[in-house]
Structures are given as C-alpha cells and as structure tokens.
C-alpha cells in the first residue's frame, strides 16, 4: 500500500486545485479501488461489468463533484465509498429495469462473517441493501457511515474509528449492531427466513 503520507498530501494539493496532483494521486490508488471494486462485482451474479469500467466511472463521479477538502486517505476511500454505493446502485436499477423486475433475489447480510473483510458479507441484493442502508441512515447516521467505510470502502476497524473519530470500541459496537440489523432488514424485505 502506498504511504498514506504522501496520498494525504497529494488530496490537499489536488483540493488546492493542483491538476497535477490528481495525476499523481491515481497510480498510488488505483490499485486498491480496482481490487475493492473486484471483490464487489464478483459477489454480483448478475452484474458482467469489469472493475476497471467501474473504477473509471469512479473517478468521473470523483471529477465532476464540487471542491472536496480532502482530508486524508480515510476520507477519500469514504467519498469513493459513497460513489461506488451509488454506481452499484444505479447499474443495479438498470439491470432491473431491462429485466423489468425479474432475476434479482435478497439473501443474507451475515452477521457471522469475519468483519475485517469487504468479501465478510454474503452476496446481497444491492438494492435491498441500499434501501436498508438508507433507512438506517435516517435513524442513526453514524452507523451507517461505518458500514459504508467497513463494507464498501474496506477500511479495518482502527481506520474506520479515525475517520469517524470514535473509539474502536464504538466502531466494532456499532458494526455488529449495524450487521444484525441490516440483516434483520434484509431477511424482512425477502420475507424469508435467515
């Protein structure tokens, strides 16, 4: 992994409105996006897109937001969490659009699973888990920070505690809550059983 010194100072230069920062800045996190986006169209049976197209659309969406003051590496992988939540989402919509509602199914967003991986939750309607993570949203706003940094950004417990700024307590408290929760969520949408 790159040093998060260098990443840090490279997205303060790049929200200085340094273009060249940004050139520098893409080879040092390329590499981990592209694998994260990997692990999360490889749980999609349904989803044929290669990480790379999914990585690129990433970093569209990272150009055409408005002036970031990027804090650190914890920061940019929360914001591309964020974007990459909201691609998957939107491919997911129009998957479901073009099969008009057939072939998506629900299962299980395990709570048993080792938390310290993205690949920790069993394969998940990404739509469903979208809604459910909305919800919990609205209800606690930290929490589901924390799943987005831990599910789709793939940030361990003490870098996910620091760009919330808790506790590790409070993160691991707050991601089994969050787990147990999304899942009771899940499993309610499908109307199944776990």
Do not use: C
């Amino acid at each position: 992994m790159p040093d998060e010194d260098s990443i840090t100072e490279l997205l303060r230069r790049w929200s200085a409105g340094n273009p060249h920062a940004l050139e520098a800045l893409i080879p040092l996190v390329h590499r981990e996006l592209h694998d994260l986006a990997g692990q999360y169209l490889s749980r999609e049976a349904h989803e044929s897109t290669a990480p790379t197209s999914l990585v690129h659309d990433l970093y569209l969406r990272l150009l055409q937001t408005k002036k970031i003051d990027w804090e650190d590496r914890h920061h940019f992988f929360g914001i591309a969490a964020r974007i990459l939540r909201q691609l998957l989402v939107t491919r997911a919509r129009m998957r479901l659009a073009q099969k008009r509602g057939g072939g998506l199914s629900i299962t299980e967003f395990s709570p048993n699973a080792d938390p310290a991986s993205p690949a920790a939750v069993d394969t998940a309607d990404v739509l469903a888990l979208d809604v459910a993570l909305s919800k919990l949203e609205t209800l606690d706003e930290q929490k589901a920070r924390i799943v987005e940094l831990r599910y789709f950004a793939g940030l361990s417990i003490e870098e996910t505690a620091e760009a919330v700024g808790v506790s590790m307590a409070t993160v691991k408290r707050e991601w089994a809550f969050s787990k147990l929760w999304l899942r009771r969520e899940l499993v309610g949408a499908d109307g199944g059983a776990p």
